[in-house]
């Protein structure tokens, strides 16, 4: 079967859109005719970093659509169901050997196509893991999101730091992934929640989905302006963007623990792409007992899912509200490119149908 993808063909790009051909499903594989994926930030770091012996590379790991062929060994779908492609485990398969090492078995012109999951096509296929059903009513374009940018910065926020009622946090980075973890943290009643980006109209929409106070770093100090609102330092702080300087910007922001017993300090959490390098003062770990931990959102799929899209037709956490842009296939590259250059308010989506 031939399909139409936006791939990365060299590195630094630009996307090619063109015909892909897809394979029959292994035992274990899912195809799905997709109709909205994801831009996500990681698409840019993806194409600044792909040497040249690992294209055609695939592009994109948040898609939504309806499952069209299934292998002989998959219980848990059937041809017909609505499903969200993802690059999370479904079920909570151990380590990223699993993900890096997949093959898909897709050619473009002819070559072998590299990557672990694609939804930057119309029709992808996928290992069973990565296709978690859901109801046909949620399967609407916006809901593509959930594969990635919701349960990246929701799940950082309910999974890996655990937020309780009036614990305070700040998120730097006011994305699609920076967003979902305010969202997370108002509905989970922690205050203040401040959201810190250099983009004004970023700032003023993080408003709306439940920043209590705001900083813009490209004006003010961020770390001092912290301080100022939670004199005591804050309780959870996560890197939603994925650079040195917000990597090394957050513990400096937590409370102070100390050395004694049960004194633990504050928790940052980095869940932007992370560098290969950074540096930290040692003094906050050992004097002040300060946490520093990675986070891809401790989801499960199967369990959150459900639990994301429930709260979207609730009107609690509004997928739709999240997307502020939507793009075809053949403005895949103008997508990326509205992304890297701060034009993308929440989450972009390319539409296929």
């Known amino acids: ?44 770091h993806q194409i600044e970093l792909t040497p040249a012996d690992k294209c055609p590379n695939l592009l994109g790991h948040e898609g939504v659509g309806v499952v069209t062929k299934i292998g002989k060994g998959i219980t848990h779908l059937k041809e017909g169901d609505a499903a969200i492609v993802t690059w999370v485990p479904r079920a909570g398969y151990p380590g990223r050997q699993f993900i890096d090492n997949v093959s898909l078995g897709m050619t473009y ?4 196509t590299f990557g672990p999951v694609c939804t930057f096509a119309e029709d ?3 290992h069973e893991q990565l296709v978690v059903p859901i109801k046909s009513e949620d399967a609407f374009p916006e809901a593509s999101i959930v594969g990635c940018a ?8 309910l999974h890996t730091a655990k937020v309780r009622p009036e614990d305070s946090v700040a998120v730097i980075g006011a994305g699609g992934v920076g967003l979902s973890a305010i969202k997370m943290a108002s509905l989970l009643q922690a205050y ?20 209590t106070h705001t900083i813009n770093s490209k004006k003010e100090d961020p770390i001092k302006r912290v301080w100022e609102i939670v004199p005591k330092g804050l309780d959870y702080v996560f890197d939603a963007v994925g650079t040195r300087a917000t990597h090394e910007v957050m513990i400096p922001m937590t409370r102070s623990g100390g050395p004694g017993a049960n004194n633990v300090g504050g928790m940052a959490v980095l869940i932007g792409w992370p560098q290969k390098e950074m540096t930290l003062n040692a003094e906050h770990f050992v004097y002040h007992q300060r946490q520093y931990r990675g986070s891809h959102g401790s989801s499960l799929p199967d369990r959150d899912f459900p639990m994301y899209l429930r709260l979207s037709r609730e009107g609690k ?27 993308i308010q929440g989450r972009a989506i390319l539409k296929f149908r």
Do not use: H
């Open 1 to 44: 079967m031939k399909t139409r993808t936006a791939i990365l063909t060299k590195p630094y790009g630009p996307l090619e859109v063109g015909e892909m051909e897809v394979p029959d499903p292994k035992v274990d594989q899912v195809v799905v005719k997709l109709s909205a994926t994801g831009v996500c930030l990681s698409q840019i």
């Open 109 to 112: 012109k002819g070559k072998a």
């Open 124 to 126: 992808t296929i996928a």
């Open 150 to 157: 919701v349960l990246t910065g929701a799940g950082a926020v």
């Open 192 to 211: 203040p929640v401040i959201a810190i980006d250099i983009v004004d109209e970023k700032l003023a929409y993080a408003k709306e989905w439940g920043a």
């Open 317 to 343: 956490f509004p997928l739709k509200k999240l997307v502020s842009r939507s793009y075809t296939l053949d403005q895949a590259q103008q997508s990326i490119d509205d992304l890297k250059n701060g034009k």
